[in-house]
């Protein structure tokens, strides 16, 4: 069992930078691949971005690449969402996941979900 803790969201203007935070406690953190998604009430879960368990290897939204940073630090268990040059569009609920393997994102990835922070963009 995995439990994940998101944190770092909040109000900022168009332009601003965020980072969240996806602290994880129970089995390993090494073990298990890392990601981002978000969620706007009424629409389906959007794939932000993952890292594998090794951290060696990324991959992103369309809609996020070359703004959204993801890593992750192993001594801490927590992976983090650099979030910058932040659009109204980005407004959302971010949501962290843990996958015990390293796969293309999909409808099925994600062994274990956090609650979810919330995010929102003022233009």
């Known amino acids: 069992q995995v439990k994940l803790v998101e944190s770092g969201g909040g109000l900022v203007q168009v332009g601003d930078s965020l980072r969240l935070s996806c602290s994880a406690t129970?089995?390993?953190?090494?073990?298990?691949?890392m990601g981002w998604f978000r969620q706007i009430p009424g629409k389906e879960r959007e794939f932000v971005a993952t890292i594998t368990r090794s951290g060696d290897s990324t991959s992103y939204g369309d809609s996020v690449k070359g703004r959204f940073t993801i890593s992750r630090d192993g001594a801490k268990n927590t992976a983090y969402l650099q979030m910058n040059d932040l659009k109204p569009e980005d407004t959302a609920v971010y949501f962290c996941a843990a996958d015990q393997f390293d796969r293309v994102p999909g409808i099925a990835w994600g062994d274990y979900w956090g609650q979810g922070t919330q995010v929102t963009v003022s233009s």
């Open positions: 129970g089995r390993t953190f090494s073990q298990y691949a």
